[in-house]
């Protein structure tokens, strides 16, 4: 095994470096991933683009188990030489949120909250290798890993944790089955995942974007969405009124990041009994908002976040199955000296057109 690291260190705000670290000794309970590809996330975004203490960014991680220790071997159940898709918590395991299943809201794995979760914790916390961004990883002994089968794709394995938030908000939280109508607001990453899950759930998808979106939104109908509706030259409610038939959407889901006008027409395009869901921090308030349609049209509003241990599964199944033309949504690969571009074109100040942005850490350019 190699015994140094490289690894891209977000230093200050845009600014990331190439740094070299240790490679950790393990103890029986921990392991070492061999990072294969990881998928650029808003949230890496959002801490790349303020100042902060330095650490490795990535947390939508997919690699190899390099080495581990023969507890963590029993516990996790894979093996050296697996290829796994990590999720980004690392839950305590014994507070009420880890025994209930939620273990998501786990107050030891919340960054807000002085929790560790990878693609977050400062390199100053030993043995410093807690991001994505990196040849190799650290696999602390909560870690929650899945199999993923060696024929998928790297770029297709990427999508896991957008796939299982899919999943998660659409059949679970929006218990959406065959028959129903799904109308999704923001057709990025996020957006495009969730429509996919409502596609395997057997639902109609209607997905809304603008005309700055127009690329995605083309994507959105290659890859089996139902209808889309630009809201730059067409009315939302018209549109929705003449896809139902009148009857309106079960369920609508919000991913836009920036304005609260998604939220507004989302509760006018539901029908009675609906549900509303929102994904996507707005840091506003919506001005004259009126709680009263939610009332007279009986809706459910619920807030959504992260994924489960079973909606990670149900993703990496759908992913496995080869159903959906995932790798279409791939838009650039870099590999580890490239993490500032791949950062900046995530967040829309690099290369054109992202959508799917990865980064492969085995290549150093
Ligand atoms: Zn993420
Ligand atoms: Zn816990």
Redesign the pocket.
């Known amino acids: 095994m190699a015994e140094k690291v490289f690894a891209a260190v977000a230093t200050g705000a845009k600014q990331t470096e190439l740094q070299e670290f240790k490679m950790p000794a393990l103890t029986p309970e921990e392991g070492i991933l061999r990072v294969e590809i990881v998928g650029v996330c808003g949230t890496d975004v959002s801490y790349y683009s303020k100042n902060h203490e330095p650490r490795i960014l990535g947390h939508h991680v997919v690699g190899y188990i390099e080495s581990i220790g023969e507890v963590a071997s029993k516990k996790w159940g894979v093996s050296k030489g697996d290829r796994v898709a990590m999720e980004e918590y690392i ?5 009420e ?2 025994r209930t299943g939620v ?1 998501r809201s ?4 919340d960054p807000r909250a002085g929790g560790i979760r990878y693609g977050t914790i400062p390199v100053s916390l030993a043995p410093s290798l807690w991001g994505g961004f990196s040849q190799y990883m650290y696999l602390h002994p909560n870690t929650v890993l899945h199999k993923m089968a060696k024929h998928v794709p790297a770029v297709e394995a990427a999508l896991t944790l957008p796939l299982a938030n899919g999943f998660e908000w659409i059949c679970m939280e929006g218990n959406v089955k065959p028959g129903k109508v799904v109308a999704i607001h923001g057709p990025g990453q996020q957006g495009l995942a969730c429509g996919l899950a409502a596609k395997a759930a057997g639902a109609e998808v209607i997905m809304v974007g603008r005309s700055s979106s127009l690329r995605r939104l083309e994507l959105a109908r290659e890859l089996g969405m139902d209808h889309i509706i630009n809201i730059s030259t067409e009315n939302l409610l018209f549109r929705v009124h003449e896809i139902t038939a009148g009857k309106l959407v079960d369920v609508v889901l919000d991913v836009t990041s920036g304005g609260t006008a998604p939220v507004t027409s989302s509760l006018e395009i539901t029908k009675k009994g609906g549900t509303v869901l929102l994904g996507a921090y707005k840091y506003q308030s919506i001005p004259d908002f009126n709680s009263d349609v939610i009332i007279k049209n009986t809706l459910t509003v619920k807030g959504v976040r992260g994924h489960s241990y079973q909606s990670v599964k149900m993703a990496v199944e759908f992913i496995e199955s080869g159903q959906f033309p995932l790798s279409k949504l791939n838009s650039h690969n870099y590999s580890l000296d490239q993490v500032d571009l791949a950062l900046r074109t995530a967040g829309g100040e690099g290369e054109l057109s992202p959508l799917l942005v990865t980064v492969s850490p085995g290549f150093l350019g």
Do not use: K
């Open positions: 839950p305590c395991g014994q507070c949120s880890c273990y786990c107050r030891f794995t």
